[in-house]
């Protein structure tokens, strides 16, 4: 078998616990598997004696040597031999590679876990055939939080051994993959430099009721890009004088499709975000419900996560409608408020991050900072405070968290910053009044998502044209006369968004070129 052509797509790694497999023999669940179309098998079971084991091991190798397809072992060099299989997998505290590669030859394939840059690089100089990267995601088996290294790490580590000239090594990941968010660990994981060369799986196969099925499904997702890519995979080059010239008609075209802006939002704000999405030309619904979510997932909008009041079982809706929107692939606001205020806070940013894919993340110095990683950040409530960051700081950071998390990030304040990871704009539109009102930045959120309803090839597209709407109609209701102050500007507000919708339906888009924005 020729180490180079191995397909490491569908890694099916087993387990024989009571709690995956059940009553059942595993091989039979790994000859389903394989006929589904997993196409590398490891054996790994920490309990059985060795007589044992290399006797499911020869079982299991006339199930995938009929298949063409390698059966390594987990840790076990001596069953690996015994059983006369491919190869083995070994951890980094189980044998080391070289003693490994002794004992095996170099036709064995030995796959090394991996869990940092320094591991990784370090078993790929060393020989390593793959590297196991993970833990991806907590699990009922693996809920050490600090071997939970995320999308986020695991592209970190394919970006590094591509700079480092070893990108031609072959890498999984492993840890919580299933179904529901295997495209979005591919999608998020790939970079310019490497991408994964596939997903090592346990229990979404082993303990599914029909494990074929559960490969072929499996499979098919692999070799398909999730549905809410389309909207970062036209990166068209737009230069302020473009955006100017879209925004309007952008904004007919929302006013015409009157597409669903379904908002999960703090108490404090639903009436105004309810009239905010009307004004602009979207049609809302307020609602909390995760098990409401898969039936409004299906009616072509846009879907706030607002995370102003933040409990447990709000997050558990958060993530049932995350899921919801992300199968379909419906555009999803973040809008991790109060991030950065207490700890339960900062965990539960972790979590929705965790849980599902973001097509914009929005908040202020403190949020965006926590979102990517920042640690020691304080912050009052959810007022943005002081900024603590230069503009160019602010803008690396809302670059560079775009560009791991592969989707737009907002960065609010006396200067905007936005960000695609490779387009980037200021925005200095705005008034004072806006940091004097309830709910201004939950309303931008809601403004955001009803664009991003209608724009699905340009999600960078369509959240400036929002930011651009939501601030000139804030300059355009301070000065007009029944303005006096924050309580009589929230009207004019909501008025003046309606009348950029309107000019716009008109076909009269002069109010963009209020713009104050920059290209970075």
Same mark, same amino acid.
């Given at each position: 078998?020729?180490?180079?052509?191995?397909?490491?797509?569908?890694?099916?790694?087993?387990?024989?616990?009571?709690?995956?497999?059940?009553?059942?023999?595993?091989?039979?669940?790994?000859?389903?598997?394989?006929?589904?179309?997993?196409?590398?098998?490891?054996?790994?079971?920490?309990?059985?004696?060795?007589?044992?084991?290399?006797?499911?091991?020869?079982?299991?190798?006339?199930?995938?040597?009929?298949?063409?397809?390698?059966?390594?072992?987990?840790?076990?060099?001596?069953?690996?031999?015994?059983?006369?299989?491919?190869?083995?997998?070994?951890?980094?505290?189980?044998?080391?590679?070289?003693?490994?590669?002794?004992?095996?030859?170099?036709?064995?394939?030995?796959?090394?876990?991996?869990?940092?840059?320094?591991?990784?690089?370090?078993?790929?100089?060393?020989?390593?055939?793959?590297?196991?990267?993970?833990?991806?995601?907590?699990?009922?088996?693996?809920?050490?939080?600090?071997?939970?290294?995320?999308?986020?790490?695991?592209?970190?580590?394919?970006?590094?051994?591509?700079?480092?000239?070893?990108?031609?090594?072959?890498?999984?990941?492993?840890?919580?993959?299933?179904?529901?968010?295997?495209?979005?660990?591919?999608?998020?994981?790939?970079?310019?430099?490497?991408?994964?060369?596939?997903?090592?799986?346990?229990?979404?196969?082993?303990?599914?009721?029909?494990?074929?099925?559960?490969?072929?499904?499996?499979?098919?997702?692999?070799?398909?890009?999730?549905?809410?890519?389309?909207?970062?995979?036209?990166?068209?080059?737009?230069?302020?004088?473009?955006?100017?010239?879209?925004?309007?008609?952008?904004?007919?075209?929302?006013?015409?499709?009157?597409?669903?802006?379904?908002?999960?939002?703090?108490?404090?704000?639903?009436?105004?975000?309810?009239? *905010?999405?009307? !004004? +602009? /030309?979207? %049609?809302?619904?307020?609602?909390?419900? #995760?098990?409401?979510?898969?039936? $409004?997932? &299906?009616?072509?909008?846009?879907?706030?996560?607002?995370?102003?009041?933040?409990?447990?079982?709000?997050?558990?809706?958060?993530?049932?409608?995350?899921?919801?929107?992300?199968?379909?692939?419906?555009?999803?606001?973040?809008?991790?408020?109060?991030?950065?205020?207490?700890?339960?806070?900062?965990?539960?940013?972790?979590?929705?991050?965790?849980?599902?894919?973001?097509?914009?993340?929005?908040?202020?110095?403190?949020?965006?900072?926590? *979102?990517?990683? !920042? +640690? /020691?950040? %304080?912050?009052?409530?959810?007022?943005? #405070?002081?900024?603590?960051?230069? $503009?160019? &700081?602010?803008?690396?950071?809302?670059?560079?968290?775009?560009?791991?998390?592969?989707?737009?990030?907002?960065?609010?304040?006396?200067?905007?910053?936005?960000?695609?990871?490779?387009?980037?704009?200021?925005?200095?539109?705005?008034?004072?009044?806006?940091?004097?009102?309830?709910?201004?930045?939950?309303?931008?959120?809601?403004?955001?998502?009803?664009?991003?309803?209608?724009?699905?090839?340009?999600?960078?597209?369509?959240?400036?044209?929002?930011?651009?709407?939501?601030?000139?109609?804030?300059?355009?209701?301070?000065?007009?006369?029944?303005?006096?102050?924050?309580?009589?500007?929230?009207?004019?507000?909501?008025?003046?968004?309606?009348?950029?919708?309107?000019?716009?339906?008109?076909?009269?888009?002069?109010?963009?070129?209020?713009?104050?924005?920059?290209?970075?």
């Amino acid at each position: 078998m020729d180490r180079q052509q191995i397909n490491y797509s569908v890694y099916l790694v087993t387990d024989s616990t009571a709690g995956i497999l059940g009553d059942r023999d595993l091989v039979p669940v790994v000859a389903a598997a394989v006929k589904g179309g997993a196409t590398i098998v490891q054996l790994r079971d920490k309990t059985s004696e060795t007589a044992e084991l290399i006797r499911i091991a020869k079982r299991l190798h006339d199930v995938t040597r009929a298949a063409n397809i390698p059966l390594l072992i987990n840790d076990r060099v001596d069953v690996a031999l015994a059983a006369g299989v491919e190869g083995v997998h070994i951890g980094q505290d189980d044998i080391d590679l070289a003693s490994a590669r002794r004992l095996l030859g170099q036709q064995a394939i030995i796959g090394v876990t991996a869990n940092s840059e320094e591991e990784a690089l370090t078993a790929a100089r060393d020989g390593a055939d793959y590297l196991g990267i993970g833990t991806v995601f907590a699990t009922p088996t693996k809920d050490n939080t600090k071997s939970i290294i995320g999308t986020a790490g695991v592209r970190q580590i394919l970006i590094k051994l591509a700079e480092e000239g070893l990108g031609h090594v072959r890498t999984v990941c492993i840890g919580g993959i299933n179904h529901s968010n295997v495209q979005r660990v591919l999608y998020q994981t790939a970079s310019a430099q490497k991408k994964l060369d596939g997903v090592a799986v346990v229990s979404a196969i082993i303990a599914a009721q029909d494990p074929q099925e559960a490969a072929s499904s499996l499979s098919q997702l692999i070799r398909s890009p999730p549905a809410f890519a389309a909207a970062f995979t036209s990166k068209t080059s737009l230069n302020r004088d473009d955006m100017i010239r879209a925004a309007p008609l952008l904004v007919k075209r929302l006013a015409e499709q009157k597409p669903l802006c379904h908002n999960m939002t703090n108490l404090v704000v639903q009436n105004f975000a309810a009239n *905010v999405v009307i !004004a +602009v /030309g979207a %049609s809302p619904i307020m609602s909390n419900n #995760g098990n409401e979510a898969r039936d $409004l997932a &299906q009616l072509g909008g846009s879907l706030v996560v607002n995370m102003g009041t933040s409990t447990p079982e709000g997050r558990a809706n958060y993530l049932q409608a995350i899921r919801a929107y992300n199968a379909v692939g419906g555009p999803i606001l973040f809008d991790p408020v109060g991030a950065a205020a207490t700890q339960d806070r900062r965990d539960g940013v972790r979590e929705l991050m965790a849980g599902g894919f973001f097509s914009v993340v929005k908040g202020n110095e403190g949020e965006i900072r926590t *979102v990517a990683g !920042a +640690v /020691g950040i %304080s912050q009052r409530g959810v007022d943005s #405070g002081d900024a603590q960051l230069s $503009l160019d &700081q602010r803008v690396e950071l809302v670059r560079s968290t775009a560009a791991r998390e592969r989707n737009v990030i907002i960065l609010s304040g006396p200067i905007d910053v936005v960000s695609d990871g490779e387009r980037t704009v200021t925005i200095r539109n705005g008034h004072e009044y806006l940091g004097e009102i309830t709910g201004s930045g939950c309303t931008l959120g809601a403004t955001v998502a009803s664009l991003l309803a209608v724009e699905r090839k340009d999600a960078f597209l369509a959240v400036v044209t929002a930011m651009l709407m939501y601030e000139i109609a804030a300059e355009r209701a301070a000065p007009r006369p029944d303005v006096k102050g924050p309580g009589t500007f929230v009207p004019a507000f909501i008025d003046e968004l309606y009348h950029i919708r309107q000019e716009s339906v008109e076909g009269n888009g002069a109010w963009a070129a209020a713009a104050q924005l920059e290209f970075r």
